[in-house]
């Protein structure tokens, strides 16, 4: 009986030392935790209806990314996609976009990132557009 003590003991202490350094680490590496890039802001906003058929965008999320690296796309339901271009001088946590020529229809902005730490997210951003 006394064997099983000293394992269960032995356990419970290895245990104890995998959640203090977990501790430790997330502590002295809080970036660590956040570490994916997440949208905290968009126009349009997610469930907008803008007016078109040129569209300015603007993404900003929580942590800097790497606009080289970034993408946007504006794709349809049925499958097509307009290409953004990316302008220069955006803020280090922003993209921003323009797209020509989107028909009246439902659309998602189609992201992909590059944080700046090396994590690569992506997401789609629904919305509509209306053209006069």
Not at 13 to 30: I, K, Q, V
Request: net charge neutral; with cysteine.
């Amino acid at each position: 009986m006394d064997t099983r003590c000293s394992e269960t003991r032995r356990r419970w202490n290895r245990g104890l030392a995998w959640l203090a350094l977990s501790l430790a680490l997330s502590l002295a590496f809080p970036h660590a935790a956040t570490a994916h890039a997440i949208v905290i802001a968009s126009e349009p906003a997610s469930g907008a209806v803008v007016t078109g058929p040129d569209l300015q965008l603007h993404i900003r999320f929580n942590s800097r990314i790497d606009h080289e690296r970034s993408k946007l796309v504006v794709v349809s339901d049925d499958g097509r996609s307009f290409p953004v271009e990316l302008q220069a001088g955006a803020a280090e946590d922003v993209l921003d976009g323009r797209v020509m020529g989107v028909p009246a229809g439902p659309y998602r902005i189609r992201w992909i990132v590059l944080a700046i730490d090396g994590h690569i997210t992506r997401g789609d951003i629904p919305f509509a557009v209306t053209v006069p």
